[in-house]
T-cell receptor, first 115, second 112 residues
Framework: KAGVTQTPRYLIKTRGQQVTLSCSPISGHRSVSWYQQTPGQGLQFLFEYFSETQRNKGNFPGRFSGRQFSNSRSEMNVSTLELGDSALYLC??????????????FGPGTRLTVT | GQQLNQSPQSMFIQEGEDVSMNCTSSSIFNTWLWYKQDPGEGPVLLIA?????ELTSNGRLTAQFGITRKDSFLNISASIPSDVGIYFCAGHGSSNTGKLIFGQGTTLQVKP
């Protein structure tokens, strides 16, 4: 079974621009979560989508948004980019088994550099 | 943002030695997950723990879910050079959220 895929892997943008990142979850996983990873703040939760609806949201400004499509693929968008948005953006898909056990699997990430 | 307390922050050990790291939280979690991250890649799930007191192994890795549900530890036995990387603990609260709370990570270096 294919893992979580993210595109693009690397991106360089200029301050003020906007960017869209894409994520395809593991087949059968309906929940997609996004995280921002920086050396200073570590891994921080951005938001989660489940069945095309945002189910949870982290403490990030409104410039960060996302959506999920009917095939569970997800995109996140960052508008009016700032230098501090430079980070590794990770997508993860989740599975809750019938037993209640929970697993979350990460993609390789998109490295965003804002200049 | 919210983070778990993970220690140690870094370790430099000799090949063949055993390694131990742990995470503590002020909140109760239903699931503890341990990940390993290599440079430029996403975290890879190593072990998942679901019950207080549970002890689970995956090859040379052993992890335990603390009985208070507020802590977990990971042991690596007989370390090898490919164990090098950053290890993260993560706590998961309930089934209706995909949000994980992460520790700051333990950077492991192994000297051949």
């Amino acid at each position: 079974k294919a893992g979580v895929t993210q595109t693009p892997r690397y991106l360089i943008k200029t301050r003020g621009q906007q960017v869209t990142l894409s994520c395809s979850p593991i087949s059968g996983h309906r929940s997609v979560s996004w995280y921002q990873q920086t050396p200073g703040q570590g891994l921080q939760f951005l938001f989660e989508y489940f069945s095309e609806t945002q189910r949870n949201k982290g403490n990030f400004p409104g410039r960060f948004s996302g959506r999920q499509f009917s095939n569970s693929r997800s995109e996140m968008n960052v508008s009016t980019l700032e230098l501090g948005d430079s980070a590794l953006y990770l997508c993860a898909s989740s599975l809750v088994r019938g037993s209640g056990s929970y697993e979350q699997y990460f993609g390789p990430g998109t490295r965003l550099t804002v200049t | 943002g919210q983070q778990l307390n993970q220690s140690p922050q870094s370790m430099f050990i000799q090949e063949g030695e055993d390694v131990s790291m742990n995470c503590t939280s002020s909140s109760i979690f239903n699931t503890w997950l341990w990940y390993k991250q290599d440079p430029g890649e996403g975290p890879v799930l190593l072990i998942a723990l679901y019950k207080a007191g549970e002890l689970t192994s995956n090859g040379r890795l052993t992890a335990q879910f603390g009985i208070t549900r507020k802590d977990s530890f990971l042991n690596i036995s007989a370390s090898i050079p490919s164990d090098v990387g950053i290890y993260f603990c993560a706590g998961h609260g309930s089934s209706n959220t995909g949000k994980l709370i992460f520790g700051q990570g333990t950077t492991l270096q192994v000297k051949p």
